[in-house]
């Protein structure tokens, strides 16, 4: 959610646009301040921001995105194989127009994976289908060195200066090379240009490395929860760290997931567990559309569909907590993430504030407090540890 300035919004952000009457009253009535959720030094994914707003140093478990998604759609990796997220993608004319390949359909994409899984040996690749545009792919080893770059840093821009870099480079652009053949040739593809939507033209390899060990979360935080979300990473996430992740149907990752489903299993998991963690996508891909209407939209959206139930849950259970925040600003001028801290909203029965007007990046500057990491609020937040000065 967390954004910059935009001329198209009169100089506001797409939080101070937006209408949000529900998480204003949980500021009003919170504690309100800013967080790092990301190390200096590290890249500024939701993978990375995630792992540490769930409580998990990053600079101690992170090992790369691709495992994490293959924990969630609980890959066996066989010995001497790396695993990489996979992007299908739209190139054109040598440029990066969409890194959701026109936010492909799981089905279709799910049976774009198996035409290249067909065409190639195991030894060589493994191809996992995942949700829509965002899968999972199984490489030799002798490819971890590689310097890979996400796609949806580089929407707009000439990708030769963006593949894959280093060791084997030539290997991997060969191989490539042979899956965009593939792709070419795809009914699949053709179907879509036919009803005029962008083809998956290629696949986009990134964020390779081992599988991760990570403690439970009962063991880190001493609670019980869940997750609901539509992606891989987070349900990932879950996977690795003993939560509950349940299917949510309709759950698509975008401004037209299924919002009522969603809270309906996250009402659900607190019937018996401590914590639930509600992610949302649709703010994020708007930004990395940059498309700051439709990210306000969101944002509206999120408001009335997550945090208005959010805040009649509150009501009838007035001991709950709850921690409303980004994983990491999208700024929509940028089309990618950025390192700048995050406003948060930490509501409690007993909370006695900083309290902020509205919910937004500088009513949160403004409270003078700074987390220099979300796992420290995490963990304050788990053990119900107020904080009300400057850490």
Same mark, same amino acid.
């Given at each position: ?50 792992? /540490? ?79 829509? !545009? ?9 490819? /971890? ?101 349940? !299917? ?49 939209? /969101? ?15 509150? /009501? ?30 930490? !509501? ?44």
């Amino acid at each position: 959610m967390a954004d910059e300035p935009l001329e198209i919004l009169e100089k506001k952000t797409p939080l101070q646009a937006a209408k949000t009457p529900h998480m204003d009253y949980f500021a009003q009535h919170g504690q309100v301040g800013l967080v790092h959720t990301v190390p200096q030094g590290m890249y500024p994914g939701s993978d990375v921001a995630n792992m /540490a707003i769930l409580g998990y140093d990053p600079r101690l478990f992170y090992t790369g995105r691709g495992p994490i998604e293959a924990a969630a759609m609980k890959i066996t990796v066989p010995k001497g194989l790396l695993v990489f997220r996979c992007n299908l993608v739209t190139i054109e004319d040598g440029i990066m127009k969409d890194f959701t390949a026109d936010h492909i359909s799981n089905e279709e994409g799910a049976a774009l994976f198996q035409e290249l899984s067909t065409h190639f040996s195991k030894d060589k690749a493994q191809f996992f289908p995942g949700v829509g !545009y965002r899968n999972i792919l199984l490489l030799e080893e002798k490819f /971890a060195n590689l310097r890979c770059t996400a796609p949806h840093d580089i929407t707009d821009k000439e990708v030769s200066t963006y593949l894959p870099k280093g060791e084997l480079e030539d290997e991997m652009l060969a191989f490539i090379n042979e899956c965009q053949a593939i792709l070419a040739q795809s009914e699949i593809n053709k179907n879509r240009i036919k009803n005029g939507k962008s083809p998956a033209t290629s696949i986009w390899p990134w964020s390779q490395g081992p599988m991760p060990k990570m403690p439970s979360f009962k063991e880190t935080h001493g609670r019980t929860g869940g997750i609901v979300t539509a992606v891989d990473l987070l349900r990932g996430l879950a996977q690795l760290t003993g939560l509950e992740f349940p !299917y949510v149907e309709g759950a698509t990752g975008f401004i037209d997931t299924n919002y009522k489903a969603k809270m309906d299993a996250s009402f659900k998991i607190l019937e018996n567990n401590d914590f639930v963690y509600i992610h949302i996508e649709a703010p994020d891909e708007c930004g990395h559309m940059g498309d700051a209407l439709l990210k306000t939209q /969101a944002i509206e959206d999120f408001d009335k569909n997550v945090i208005q139930p959010v805040r009649d849950y509150v /009501a009838k259970n007035p001991d709950t907590h709850v921690l409303i925040l980004p994983d990491h600003p999208t700024p929509c001028h940028l089309k990618t993430h950025s390192h700048a801290p995050v406003p948060f909203i930490w !509501y409690s029965p007993e909370q006695s504030g900083p309290h902020a007007p509205t919910y937004d990046e500088f009513s949160a500057e403004k409270t003078g407090i700074v987390f220099d990491s979300s796992w420290e609020l995490t963990s304050s937040f788990l053990q119900k540890k107020l904080v009300s000065t400057l850490q």
